[in-house]
C-alpha cells in the first residue's frame, strides 16, 4: 500500500456481488470506522451512464465476553436506496402500490 501520510485506511473485505473476496484499504472518519456505504462506480462499456455497485458495512464478528465488534466488513446490498429518509419526506410511490401496480386501498 502506498504512504498516504496522515490520511488512515483500513483493510477491509467485501462479500457478495462483483466485489466478491477482495480486500481493498478504505479510509476511516474520525472515529475510526470506515463509512456505513461503500459505492463503487463501473462505466459503462457502452459509453452510457456508470453502473453504482452499493456495499453495506457490516461487523466482521463480536468479542465473545463483552460483545464488542472486532471490525468491518462490507456486503452487497443491490437494493439499497441511496439518500437520507426525513420524516417530511414524500413517501415512495412504489410502497404504495400492490405487486401489480395499482393503489393499495386498505382503507375501504
Known sequence: MS???RVKSEDT?????PMD????PVLVGPTGHPPKTYRIPVPDPDGGPPTVLVYRRVPRGHSKR???TLGWKYEYAPG??????WPWS???PKRDTTPDGTPDDTDG
Open 80 to 85: 439499497h436506496q441511496a439518500g437520507l429518509k
Open 21 to 24: 473476496g477482495r480486500v481493498l
Open 3 to 5: 504512504d498516504t501520510g
Open 90 to 92: 414524500k413517501p415512495d
Open 66 to 68: 463483552l460483545g464488542l
Open 13 to 17: 473485505p467485501f462479500e457478495g456481488g
